[in-house]
């Protein structure tokens, strides 16, 4: 009850307030009655690969732990959105799983130890040897994996033309960026993410490799004309995917 009070006050009120367009923004992405009547969407294979993934983490014990109950809420908002990119277990939408996840494995093995069932008992004691296994073998495909590989380590082929476009926006000045440089560019500029509807800004940033922006939007002046029709932005960087246009 409390969390469901709390959910209502967050997305009715805290977020709408902190919000300048006095609502919370991905109130459209939460469509459940569209998900439900569409078989493929409520069927996709992310959603069971998520699933997968948290039985096998656990060694399929988290089913016997009352506790697994406090992934529902969790798992219905990511299954029953329109946006696919919360179904599968990549990003960090299961960082609130995980410790629960972990924390229903530990009670699901205490509970098992008095189950009246042999192979039950038997089962529990090996459990964190089956679910540290589990981990093992799908550590490799996992990011955390790149951690380990030199490669991971080594400066970015394209990170001088990175922080030569960042130093071709004037300090100060407005931007509007797609995700590929925008979080260096938070700290002494006002930023603006390219998918939202945003005030003409000084500057534009894109990244034509990994940024996100449309391909088929063209140049950063390609860009600002179909933004910002009108505005004038000319190109002041261009190198290694990295564009600048400012005003």
């Known amino acids: 009850m409390w969390g469901a009070v709390w959910f209502v006050v967050a997305t009715m009120i805290v977020l709408p307030a902190l919000n300048p367009g006095g609502e919370w923004a991905y109130a ?20 069971g690969e998520t699933i997968a993934l948290i039985l096998a983490t656990s060694a399929a014990l988290v089913l016997r732990s009352p506790v697994a109950l406090l992934l529902l809420p969790t798992l219905a908002w990511r299954f029953l959105s329109t946006n696919s990119g919360y179904w599968a277990p990549t990003w960090h939408y299961s960082a609130v799983l995980i410790p629960i996840v972990f924390v229903a494995l530990l009670d699901a093995i205490d509970r098992g130890r008095s189950s009246r069932w042999a192979w039950m008992r038997t089962y529990v004691r090996q459990a964190p040897a089956i679910a540290v296994t589990a981990a093992i073998v799908l550590l490799p495909g996992l990011p955390l994996f790149s951690l380990v590989k030199a490669e991971s380590w080594e400066p970015s082929p394209r990170a001088a033309s990175a922080q030569a476009a960042i130093d071709a926006v004037p300090e100060g000045a407005s931007v509007v960026s797609d995700i590929g440089l925008m979080n260096y560019l938070v700290s002494d500029h006002d930023v603006y993410w390219i998918g939202n509807a945003n005030p003409e800004p000084d500057c534009l940033v894109i990244d034509t490799i990994a940024g996100g922006t449309p391909g088929e939007w063209g140049s950063v ?5 179909r933004l910002f029709p009108g505005a004038g932005y000319v190109a002041v960087f261009d190198s290694d995917g990295y564009q600048v246009a400012c005003r």
């Open 221 to 225: 002046t390609e860009v600002g004309q």
């Open 28 to 47: 459209d992405k939460a469509d459940p009655i569209s998900v439900l009547t569409d078989t493929a969407s409520l069927f996709d294979p992310a959603k």
